[in-house]
């Protein structure tokens, strides 16, 4: 008899974090067995190791999951794997090795899916911290991300809590571009290719996920360089995106426009935080500051590689 379940597959792109893994795998396990408590589906847990050492195989085997390397380097290889590796699954929902899911995430994102089966569901993302941030860092709110109401259409996700339908994702021909795989943008020009190719994409607020954020990421320097890195890459995929020579050029001059402009606002801004002892606007200005010059460099063809490695592959 042909097994009617619909098949689920979460995916876990790791590198060099098995301890991580090892309190991440047994709650990915558990969404598992919630969502096939109802019988409708059979869900498996994947591991995708981009440490070509295998780092994370014992953590993997200890929980029991589906463990397989990509050598090749950059997240990108890592996420193109995972849709390689769930060829006989329907949906796939991805997770970061540094998150952790709440109550009902896969559930919810599943649900949402069933409503109108969109190519595309992304969920919500919170942080917590290892030690409480500083107040610049908490009034320039850095790690605060988007909540929008469930079933709003988007344009763009991250890849950190998202499902796909495979049928549809495979039926697009998109995949991730591997040359971003140490720079980042990667999920940002994937899902911006899915939107632009007419597939529908649609948020779920009612899933969620923790973002754990090590105390090493709580400093200033980190939090400015991450902006620099995702207005770099914000430029990088709208060049991309752009058709032929002439809309590529175009693309070039709104980067350096707009992000010349951050900078000059976001520089005003934080004099003035200065002048009125003010850390939000300190903070808030010199993300876009910072945001808008990484605009700048990419419209003049540089990509920061915010994950690039050392010789022993381990990230700078």
Known sequence: MTDQRLPVTIAVPTFHRPE?????????????EDLDAAGATRTDVLVVDNDAGASGRAAAEEAGVRYVVEPQPGIAAA???ALDESAGSRLLAFIDDDEHPHAGW????????????????SGRVVAEFERPPGRWIEEGRFFVRRSLPTGTPLQVAAAGNLLLDLDQVR????????????SGG??????RRLARAGYRMVWCNESVITDLVPAARISRRW???RAWSHGNSTAVVSVRLAGGRAGRAVARIRAVVGGAARVVLGVAR???GLLLRSPG?????????YRGAGMVWAAFGGVYQEYARTADGAEK
């Open 270 to 272: 934080t004099a003035l």
């Open 171 to 182: 039926e697009s021909g998109v995949r991730f571009a591997l040359d971003l795989g140490l």
């Open 20 to 32: 991580e893994l090892r309190v991440l795998l047994p709650l990915l396990k558990a969404q598992a």
């Open 106 to 121: 896969l559930r919810e994102l599943v649900r949402v899916w069933r409503i109108s089966e969109p190519a595309l569901v």
């Open 186 to 191: 990667e999920d940002t020009l994937f899902s």
């Open 223 to 225: 939090v400015l360089r």
């Open 79 to 81: 996420r193109n794997r």
């Open 281 to 289: 606007h300190q903070a808030r200005g010199s993300r876009a500051a």
